[in-house]
Nanobody
């Protein structure tokens, strides 16, 4: 069982930056692939980024490549999403997600075992 708690969301102007954090419970954090997904109002939840258990493989949806960076600190049971050059269309609730896996493959929204409750990111124009 893994519990995930996101933080770092808020209101930011277009072009600004935010760093989201996800604190994970459990002693086997390094055995989990981690991901960030988001859900905008009236839309389905979508994949944003994922990182494998070691931090060696990362994946991004095309619209955030070059602007967002996912990382993890296994010693601290933390996952991060650094977001730069934010756009109004990035406004959404961002969810941290986990799957018990030692695979280096992309971790998509359909592959998730555990979800956090989300943190709201609002980008104003």
């Amino acid at each position: 069982q893994v519990q995930l708690v996101e933080s770092g969301g808020g209101l930011v102007q277009a072009g600004g930056s935010l760093r989201l954090s996800c604190a994970a419970s459990g002693r086997t954090f390094s055995g989990y692939g981690m991901a960030w997904s988001r859900q905008a109002p009236g839309k389905e939840r979508e994949f944003v980024a994922s990182i494998d258990w070691s931090g060696g493989s990362t994946y991004y949806t095309d619209s955030v490549k070059g602007r967002f960076t996912i990382s993890r600190d296994n010693a601290k049971n933390m996952v991060y999403l650094q977001m730069t050059s934010l756009k109004p269309e990035n406004t959404a609730v961002y969810y941290c997600a986990a799957r018990r896996s030692l695979s280096r493959s992309k971790l998509d929204t359909g592959d998730i075992d555990y979800w956090g409750k989300g943190t709201l990111v609002t980008v104003s124009s």
